[in-house]
């Protein structure tokens, strides 16, 4: 009886554990024609509706009980896949995925990766895969990420001439933007016509307005992560085009099939080529260039590593005197490691370079001046798939900064100018975070973390100590401390608590509410309305306290039609502190004691946005609306009273539509409507010499006239492309197609006739309205091999 | 600074792809403050002094000047300089006088129970060590003003050892030249080394004219005022230019303009 009990008993206990033995299904979810991983594609299972999304490289983990399984992959705009699988100890399973199938026919199995905006706990992130982005209309004919999020809600542009923008409020040094992990500071060639992607070798990019994952940090208002592809490890293939500014030119292939690949690309504008050939222009030219290089190697089902690099140019020539240039350099090195199936790591290795240089080759006065910055970081990611309800994330960044403000030096023995450098500058900036992606239950799922941040700003260097730091007149330096190398100046420390939550209501529709609170350690001294290339980035110090922001928001998101149309209504509410600013004419050129032009304030900014997205069927596109507004309060400026940021605008619509009329013809559409932007304009005026000053009452006291502007597109693709392997299309468009006149600023002066005469005594003034851009064709021809 | 300027030629060139038209403004109501406008040098003189008011943005014609003002300025050393009314708003020093470096000078001026001050130093200063004249060949290919294709060469020696800030000021025929009230000639001497040799004026002259140059020693503040005033002129409300503000000032009360106090160097040179 007893031995009966006890093998019974014995039995139970290991009939239990046999039915509680858990196994890790793991792998990589790849685009089957070019081996591409598919980021946040999604991988379901059905007997358990649970499931998982790959992360960053395409990995995947899912802890299961034992067991027979229908898996099911999909991705938004490829074929989706069922899968019979027997999980019977750990596993390795790799999926390829095919792609197409987006307009006509649809397979869909549970669509689960349509209604990613009412199921993933990320609110406030936008995913842009390079489809949706080469399915916009464009300037010039070139698909840009930048003007892509600049249409989305909650996103500003700062108008023609510059690609700036400026999310929730927040000013234009506010927005990381990230390519292959690697910083870039200028996202622009000649002043916001073309961005610094070229779009032939991205495979998606993120945009993060709120939300923020504890993982980042740096930045108060965004961050753009941009991924370029890793390269076609199946064949040899290549991609290009020809529009009316610049070339470009990509090629990727194997270097070993499946396991190693490559991609390099080139752009390279030629209107220069044009101009020299023109006398009037007078030696004038500009011009701009991309470089992308990529290399992977996949030794083995554990390690993958990656090398990328990017190097760009603006170059700006005039009348062979004078000659100016700026860019950003970057490289990346990169190991993802699996440990075992529940634990992927990625250490990353960065070096950014963006510097400015400008040059004078005149005898007499020829100088050179350069300035730049550099930063040289370790990352590294750790990610620990407990079980499908649970993520673990945790990880580390150290960055040494070397910011190098400015060296002026004679380039002839003539010249009035001597050596002078600016003092060097030298930080470390460190993070450490944790963070956990947490379901809870059906309907209810978190994601929460905290990120500890640490500055030092260190020497070599001289502090100087003023009577009184904010007089930027009588400067009266008290006393001055010499830094050795390394040395701490002095360290500001944060703790950035992070949290998400999404409450499903139903199905189909959802509640999200986040919380972050972002450091930001570094400033762009910009003493211009919209940040220039030659504006510098100084490290915090005892002169400039780290900016720090709260931000919270709401939403409501809801899919219809069987996930066709995507609906989301969000508000947010951001409070910052320390947000610098410039006193009123600070001298930033070459000011040993800029300390004293330091003005740092308070900025509140808060909104309503509105979205809609279809995503499938021909008809394809988005439509954004938000009302917004960003106040500040900075002492010091504007004789210490609020007044409305440079970037504040009421009211911002946009609309973005593509329509695949064939197989062959594609047109899209793209309008887009924003309040005016703030500018201070005089209200009266004095003479003094022979000098009409103006006098001005009020920063940001008027508003230019609303922008708004209708584009037109319209794409073929060759008949001949089905069958052949050199496909072509080509697109035609126009930009500005009822030629509004939009408004780039407003200036005074005398007044005169349009020849420069001055009417009257000169003292009588009037006002200017200055456009940019009216109605401007464009065409451009692509081909893919 | 030269920068500045290199800077804004490139961005006028961007704005050259631009287009324009003139629109209205009604800037509503300003308030009409006091604008002094005071100069005190070393040079043996009856030194000035200019009161007059602000205008409205829409206002035409020069503004009328302030009369029955009580102008007096005291030096360091308890030396007292009246002034009294030359023309509606023009005040002279009732004596000649010239104005010492290293002397501070306290200005005080009081109108209709209005009452304004302001104190500034005589700072050191360079000195213009010759002017040359040469033609300038690019002009005299296409000239502006027939015959006006000669410009000065500027020779001059800059101390080292203290902190400088200079104004200069170019006059043809005794008149100043400064492109109709456009352009402020203003530098501090952070990059500049210690002697300027050749360097070229920004004025044409033609044969028969005399050029002239004056250079001004300014306070810290004096150059600050004229680099907001260089500013404030040249500034074109884009988004490259930097935020339009009010030009600042030494004078204290709520009047606005400047009351400056330099050593003064003057040449000249007729073209041959």
């Known amino acids: 009886m007893k031995r009966l009990l006890l093998c019974t008993l014995l039995l139970g206990v290991l009939g239990s554990t046999y039915a509680q033995n858990k196994a890790t299904l793991s792998g990589y979810v790849r685009n089957a024609s070019d081996g591409e991983v598919l980021l946040f594609a999604n991988v379901f299972v059905k007997e358990l509706q649970t499931g998982t999304t790959t992360n960053h490289y395409g990995f995947y983990s899912l802890t299961l009980p034992e067991g027979k399984y229908t898996l099911s992959i999909s991705y938004l705009g490829y074929q989706s896949i069922e899968k019979p699988i027997t999980l019977a100890g750990d596993t390795e399973l790799n999926v390829e995925l095919q792609e197409g199938g987006q307009v006509l026919q649809e397979v869909v199995v549970s669509g689960k990766a349509e209604d990613e905006a009412v199921t993933e706990v990320a609110m406030s992130r936008i995913d842009l895969p390079i489809q949706q982005i080469k399915k916009l209309p464009a300037l010039f004919g070139e698909p840009d990420v930048i003007k892509t999020i600049q249409v989305l809600p909650g996103v500003t542009n700062a108008g023609e001439g510059t690609s700036a923008y400026f999310v929730r409020g927040g000013s234009a040094d506010q927005n990381l933007v990230l390519i292959d992990e690697a910083p870039v500071y200028d996202v622009s060639h000649l002043f916001g016509l073309f961005s610094v992607f070229n779009s032939d070798i991205i495979k998606s990019a993120e945009l993060y307005k709120g939300g923020i994952p504890a993982k980042y940090g740096g930045r108060l208002s965004s961050l753009l992560e941009v991924t370029t592809k890793d390269g076609n490890n199946k064949k040899f293939e290549g991609a290009g085009g020809i529009g009316l500014m610049a070339a470009r030119l990509s090629l990727e292939g194997p270097i070993q099939k499946e396991k190693a690949s490559f991609i390099v690309s080139g752009r390279r504008s030629y209107a220069d080529l044009i101009m020299t050939e023109i006398d009037d222009l007078d030696g004038t030219t500009v011009s701009f260039y991309d470089l992308n290089a990529k290399v992977n190697w996949r030794p083995n089902n554990k390690n993958r590593f990656f090398i990328s690099a990017y190097d760009g140019r603006d170059i700006w020539k005039f009348s062979d005197d004078f000659k100016m240039g700026w860019g950003n350099s970057t490289a990346t090195f990169r190991w993802n490691h699996l440990f075992n199936e529940k634990l992927f790591s990625n250490t990353t290795l960065v070096y950014s370079d963006f510097d400015y240089r400008l040059e004078d080759l005149d005898v007499a006065d020829g100088f050179v001046w350069d300035a730049n910055q550099r930063e040289m970081s370790i990352k590294e990611d750790l990610t620990y798939f407990v079980n499908p309800n649970l993520t673990l994330q945790m990880g580390y960044q150290g960055i040494y900064r070397r910011f190098s403000p400015g060296t002026i030096s004679p380039n002839n023995e003539g010249s009035i100018f001597k050596e002078t450098q600016l003092q060097k500058l030298g930080a470390l900036d460190h993070g450490l975070y944790l963070g956990a992606e947490h379901k809870v239950n059906d309907r209810l799922s978190l994601q929460y973390g905290v990120r500890f941040s640490i500055f030092q700003n260190i020497g070599e260097g001289t502090i100087y100590e003023y009577e009184n730091r904010t007089d930027n007149v009588e400067v009266v330096v008290k006393d001055s401390t010499v830094y050795g190398s390394f040395e701490n100046i002095k360290v500001f420390s944060n703790l950035e608590p992070r949290f998400n939550a999404r409450y499903r209501l139903t199905p189909s529709s959802s509640v999200k509410f986040s919380y972050q609170r972002m450091a930001q350690y570094i400033h762009l001294l910009s003493n211009s309305t919209v940040p220039i290339p030659f504006n510098t980035w100084a490290p915090s110090s005892p002169y400039l306290d780290p900016q720090l922001a709260d931000q919270v928001a709401l939403g409501y998101f809801q899919n219809f039609r069987n996930n066709t149309y995507e609906f989301s209504a969000e508000a947010f509410y951001k409070q910052a502190e320390n947000v610098t600013e410039f006193a009123d004419h600070a001298n930033v050129f070459f000011n040993k004691h800029l300390a004293t032009e330091f003005r740092q304030g308070d900025s509140e900014s808060y909104g309503l946005e509105l979205f809609v997205r279809k995503v499938k069927g021909p008809l394809q596109g988005f439509a954004s609306y938000t009302l917004s507004k960003a106040v500040m309060d900075v002492p010091g400026i504007n004789g210490d009273q609020e007044f409305v940021a440079n970037h504040d605008r009421r009211h911002n619509l946009n609309l973005a539509l593509t329509y695949a009329l064939s197989d062959q013809w594609d047109v899209g559409t793209n309008f887009t409507f924003s309040s005016g932007r703030p500018i201070t304009l005089p209200t009266g005026k004095f003479q003094f010499d022979n000098y009409q000053v103006d006098y001005f009452s009020g920063r940001n006291g008027y508003r230019l006239p609303a922008f708004h502007r209708l584009d037109l597109s319209v794409t073929y693709n060759s008949r001949k492309n089905k069958d052949r392997k050199f496909k072509r299309s080509m697109t035609a468009g126009i930009y500005n197609v009822y030629n509004r006149q939009n408004p780039y600023t407003i200036y005074t002066r005398k007044k005169q006739d349009d020849d420069g005469n001055i009417i009257g005594d000169g003292t009588e003034k009037e006002a200017r309205l200055v456009y940019l851009f009216g109605i401007m064709p464009y065409f451009s021809w692509n081909f893919s091999f | ?272």
């Open chain 2, 1 to 272: 600074m030269k920068i500045q300027s290199l800077l804004y030629i490139g961005f006028v060139v961007f704005l050259s792809l631009a287009c324009e038209k003139t629109i209205p403004l009604d800037p509503g109501q300003t308030p009409e403050l006091y604008v002094i406008e005071g100069l005190i040098t070393n040079e043996n003189t009856r030194q000035q002094i200019k009161v007059s008011k602000s205008q409205g943005f829409n206002d035409v014609g020069v503004s009328a000047g302030v009369s029955g003002a009580e102008v007096v300025v005291i030096d360091d050393q308890g030396l007292v300089i009246e002034f009294s009314e030359a023309q509606p708003g023009v005040y002279k020093s009732k004596e000649s006088f010239a104005g010492e470096i290293g002397r501070t000078y306290t200005l005080t001026i009081e109108h209709n129970e209005q009452r304004f001050t302001a104190s500034e130093m005589m700072n050191t200063m360079g000195t213009i060590d010759t002017l040359l004249t040469q033609i300038d060949p690019e002009e005299q290919a296409d000239p502006d003003e027939d015959g006006r294709f000669y410009d000065i060469l500027v020779f001059m020696t800059e101390p080292q050892e203290t902190e400088n800030f200079y104004l200069v000021k170019f006059f043809r025929n005794g008149q100043i030249e400064n492109f109709e009230g456009e352009d402020v000639y203003v530098f501090d001497d952070v990059a500049i080394g210690e002697n300027l040799s050749a360097l070229p004026g920004p004025v044409y002259y033609a044969v028969g004219d005399v050029a002239g140059m004056e250079l001004y020693s300014l306070s810290r503040k004096a150059f600050r005022f004229y680099s907001d005033l260089n500013a404030n002129i040249n500034n074109d409300g884009g988004m490259f230019s930097s935020q339009p503000a009010n030009v600042s000032t030494n004078l204290e009360g709520g009047a606005i303009g400047y009351f400056q106090v330099s050593a003064l160097d003057k040449k000249e040179v007729t073209i041959q």
